[in-house]
């Protein structure tokens, strides 16, 4: 809601500028014809889950991005290790990355921010083309996102949110929008989406997920409900409580 | 080629609540009747099966239960100068599809009008003068009043089975209700819902101001019901999937809980899915309909001839429908003049949200739909507008409908977007934040209007329906006002902090606000600024009735079901004691 309230001004700005700069020689817009694994220091072996639609490069920056959207704590995991990378590998996959939930007819124009989504890049281009050149972009400096420290990472992340850039045509604050919305969704979805494994995300709020029952709880003011949550996955095995 | 079907008495275009209310009432009368439904049948058992059913990515925010957008989308835009592009997926509000239509995937919330809303125009110049409404402001009465329609709204709400405390019994003010409501015949078939505990919080506090908080009206069942059709129901067991989900306990009034077996048991009704209608068929005059044209699944076209047409398609859909039809003269902002697509409307909503600390554990996924508790105090002409230079109100309620944690997940403000700051946040305020609803009216104006855009089409080939919308001076103030109040009430609810966030231009497609598309065919008294009589009977095609709160002159700050269901039943009782007996136009026009 925070961002809803302040996306009213600054997206506005975004947009004018991002579409502007972008036509302009002078920016980094790193067109790329092909891809290239950046070698990372990263080890994911022990953990490394069949990917549909991410190219090995693509899960490198992803994960380490979506890590610092929701990072690892004390007590409870972050976005990787909740199983977000997969989650959106599968949605990038799937009907959701073909825009097959959008009304997809031409022509595509420039909108204000109240118009909403207008590139003629469906989520998983966007995707492609936006991580392509983040990846240049590192690759041209001998390095790698994922390679960068927790605090110069949050700052490279602050840019792309404040549209500080455009990404092979698509405006940074679009994709980055994009890939928190993502996170989030994933993280909190139902574990049989990829995430939220173990319903972690679940656990750390309180959520009791998709079954319940609460006529005798409701009125039972303030009451703490200590229950494991139950997820659609486990449906075959309970009854609803 | 278009196949020519066999003729019916009636057709009714659009099988959701509305269509299902005239084509039940019709069919009873021993007319032929077929019911026209875009999308697919669908029913408690087994489509709205659990747990599946519960799954919020597929249903809040891929918007399972939503018209397709890949196929019908429709434009937006904030100006008359502006170009209008499509929105491409569903946000700020989700008009539904598939039999039971939007009734599906309400929540309940079931408000009536006050006698006020329906003499609106003439209240207000009573009240304030024209000077305070100001020109700008295209404001109307209905043509009907409160009293005529009330006993269809109590036929209404003993087909919902809707549960409440009558505040105004017969005009005697009642302990415990809306004491601002006006009169209602007999109390609700049911008793209120249980209150929240961010409601209970909320009344001590609107009591202690002063205000005359009560239990919101809801069409979520408070105990086992049979309604007037014979069909039961079950009480509600407050899951919190109730708005953009369909109910698998039969606990929520939808037309498959309360109307449709009853209406496909009428061997006098035939449904037809997957029958896309393209347009209303004219005769020669352009003074009568013939009939309609579908497409089924398949892409074959039909013309269905029929003596009668209604049209019961969601209030945006029916302006389209008229205008795709050629019924009625479409509304020209530049010079003010045209009935189809004029006084779109809308509501004007807020929120609030109220952060506790820990110690208050508000469970926010223990709820219902149509939970809430909520004061009326600063709505509708219910307080003296003198003195604040804008007409309209809304209600202010506490209501959380679910803990659902992708959509729901509040974070006080100064809190980061993301990162550990905000992870920390997001599990510490969880459990412990309330929320208020503002919900207020929308009035119309001489440019927020609705046409065909002119460039782009849907899978048929037919223009998308424009809206041109911007949120009123008016109601920018108005909506301001009663945040003020709401967030007084949040301090004195006794949270750490209370963050309110007014609705402000520029009107957005891309944050949900509500499902309450108003106007574009009203109804009223003069044919030169309206579309429809007071029967919702077309003035130009005396045998086309159009159903839908796309009838609503403005909105006031309520819900609009229950008045669509009160004038459903009323267009139906006029259409079977009236018209069906002589065949014309109900009002001289």
Redesign the interface.
């Known amino acids: ?5 302040e996306e ?1 001004g600054s997206r506005r700005d975004f947009l004018r500028s991002a579409f502007a700069v972008g036509l302009t020689a002078a920016t980094a817009v790193i067109p790329t014809d092909r891809l290239q694994a950046v070698p990372t220091k990263k080890q994911s072996t022990d953990k490394a889950a069949p990917f549909v639609f991410f190219r090995p490069d693509e899960v490198e920056f992803v994960s380490a991005a979506v890590d ?4 690892p ?1 004390e007590e ?1 995991p972050g976005a990787v290790d909740a199983g977000v990378v997969e989650y959106i590998d599968q949605q990038m996959a799937g009907k ?1 990355g073909s825009a ?6 031409g ?1 595509f ?1 420039e ?8 590139l003629p890049f469906t989520p998983a281009e966007l995707f492609r083309r936006a991580i392509a050149a983040i990846n240049q972009y590192f690759s041209a400096q001998a390095t790698a996102f994922p390679q960068l420290t927790a605090d110069k990472q ?1 700052e490279y ?1 602050r840019m792309l ?1 404040a549209n500080g850039t455009t990404l092979n045509g698509v405006p940074s604050k679009v994709f980055a929008d994009f890939l ?1 919305q993502h ?3 994933g993280f ?3 574990p ?2 990829g995430g939220n494994k173990d319903m972690v ?2 656990r ?5 997920g ?6 005798e ?3 039972q ?5 200590d229950r494991e949550p ?1 997820s ?1 996955g486990q ?1 075959a095995h309970h009854g ?1 409580s | 080629m278009t196949q020519k079907l066999k003729p019916v008495d009636v057709v009714v275009v659009g099988v959701g609540f509305m269509g299902a209310i005239l084509a039940k009432e019709l069919a009873t009368e021993g007319l032929s009747v077929v019911g026209l439904e875009r999308g697919k049948q669908r029913w408690t058992v087994p489509e709205f099966h659990a747990p599946d059913i519960h799954d919020e990515l597929k249903y809040s925010i891929r918007k399972g239960m939503m018209q397709d957008v890949t196929r019908e989308a429709m434009t937006h835009r904030n100006s008359l100068t502006q170009e209008a592009l499509p929105i491409r997926q569903w946000a700020a509000f989700l008009p539904g599809t598939d039999l039971g239509g939007s009734g599906v995937h309400w929540n309940g919330q079931t408000f009536r009008f006050t006698e006020a809303d329906f003499v609106w125009r003439t209240r207000m110049h009573e009240r304030y003068g024209k000077d305070f409404v100001g020109r700008s402001l295209t404001i109307q009465d209905w043509g009907v009043t409160y009293d005529e329609l009330e006993p269809y709204f109590d036929k209404f709400e003993r087909l919902l089975g809707t549960g409440g405390k009558a505040g105004n019994l017969n005009g005697k003010i009642q302990p415990g209700g809306n004491p601002f409501e006006s009169w209602r015949s007999r109390e609700y078939p049911n008793p209120p819902m249980k209150e929240q505990y961010g409601g209970v919080l909320f009344r001590k506090a609107a009591t202690e101001m002063g205000y005359h908080p009560f239990v919101q009206p809801s069409s979520n069942m408070t105990r086992p019901y049979t309604n007037t059709e014979g069909l039961q129901l079950n009480a509600c067991n407050y899951c919190g999937f109730c708005e953009r989900y369909a109910c698998e306990h039969f606990a929520k009034a939808t037309p498959q809980t309360v109307i449709l077996p009853v209406l496909l048991s009428n061997p006098h009704f035939e449904l037809r899915t997957e029958a896309q209608v393209l347009r209303v068929n004219l005769d020669k005059n352009k003074k009568r309909a013939t009939g309609v044209t579908y497409a089924d699944a398949t892409g074959r076209e039909f013309e269905q001839p029929a003596d009668l047409v209604i049209v019961t398609t969601y209030a945006l859909n029916n302006a389209r429908m008229m205008l795709l039809s050629g019924i009625g003269k479409p509304y020209d902002p530049k010079i003010g003049e045209g009935v189809i697509g004029r006084n779109y409307a809308y509501q004007t909503t807020g929120d609030v949200y109220v952060f506790y600390d820990e110690s208050i554990n508000i469970n926010p996924f223990m709820a219902a739909g149509a939970s809430g508790t909520l004061i009326d105090d600063f709505n509708d002409d219910n307080f003296d507008h003198g003195p604040h230079g804008f007409i309209g109100g809304s209600y202010i309620m506490s209501a959380l409908t679910n803990g659902r944690p992708i959509e729901f997940h509040p974070t006080p403000p100064g809190t980061p977007e993301w990162g550990k700051e905000w992870k920390a946040a997001v599990r510490r305020h969880y459990n412990h934040t309330a929320h208020m609803l503002l919900h207020g009216s929308s009035m119309p104006t001489r440019t927020n209007y609705l046409d065909l855009d002119p460039t782009y089409k849907d899978a048929w080939g037919q223009p998308l329906l424009r809206m041109t919308f911007e949120l009123p001076d008016n109601d920018v103030k108005m909506t301001q006002f009663c945040m003020d109040r709401a967030v007084e009430i949040g301090r004195r609810m006794g949270g750490k902090t209370v963050a309110g966030y007014p609705r402000k231009p520029p009107f957005t497609t891309q944050k949900y606000q509500t499902t309450h598309n108003t106007g574009g065919v009203i109804m009223g008294s003069d044919p030169s600024t309206s579309a429809l009589n007071r029967y919702l009977q077309s003035w130009d095609a005396h045998n086309v009735f159009v159903v839908g709160a796309s009838a609503y002159p403005q909105n006031p700050g309520y819900n609009p079901t229950d008045t669509l269901g009160a004038l459903a039943y009323w267009s139906a009782d006029a259409i079977k004691k009236q018209y069906l007996k002589k065949p014309g136009p109900l009002v001289p026009a």
């Open positions: 809601m925070k961002k809803d309230k009213q610092r959207f929701i990072p704590d409870w959701w097959g939930y959008m009304y997809w007819h022509p124009k909108g204000t921010p109240s118009q909403g989504y207008q949050d992340l949110l928190l996170t989030i969704e909190f979805a139902d049989i989406y995300a679940w750390m709020v309180g959520f009791p998709p079954y319940a029952d609460y006529y709880l409701i009125d003011y303030g009451i703490k409900l139950v659609i449906g609803a």
